[in-house]
């Protein structure tokens, strides 16, 4: 998939989103390095802590479909800023992936890429587990 279809499934996703409460909806393609790509959601919940974000959304199905290896994600969103992860999902995808590169997007369509490095510095991982 070009760059271009993959930040438009991204945006596709947009439309999937349920978030009843926040109305922010964001969507997310994530690609693998055999190149199969997963989409995610937003989806919340009348319990606010419970919902999940788009990004953890598409890594999760990857995962439990057996895939663990993930080059790029486009973060869609259709606000004025960049959809930038929130610090959950930073951590959460550094396990996997910590060399993704990840594509925010805003409403416009304008992209902001960045190395996940760049926006989890110094982030916690298994080499820390050094009891
Ligand atoms: N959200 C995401 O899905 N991904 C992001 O990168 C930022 C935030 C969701 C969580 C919540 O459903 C809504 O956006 C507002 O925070």
């Given at each position: 998939m070009t760059r271009e279809e993959l930040k438009a499934a991204a945006i596709g996703m947009l439309d999937r989103?349920?978030?009843?409460?926040?109305h922010f909806p964001v969507g997310a393609a994530l690609e693998c390095a055999d190149g199969t790509v997963f989409t995610g959601c937003n989806i919340e919940n009348a319990a606010y802590p419970v919902g999940i974000c788009a990004e953890r959304t598409a890594m999760s199905k990857a995962i439990s479909e057996g895939h663990r290896d993930f080059v790029r994600i486009v973060v869609a969103g259709r606000s004025e800023d960049y959809c930038v992860p929130c610090g959950m999902c930073r951590q959460f995808m550094q396990e996997f992936a910590p060399e993704l590169e990840v594509i925010c997007l805003n409403g416009a369509g304008d992209e902001l890429a960045l190395p996940l490095k760049e926006l989890l510095p110094y982030g916690f991982d298994n080499t820390h587990l050094n009891h």
């Open positions: 989103a349920y978030c009843p409460y926040s």
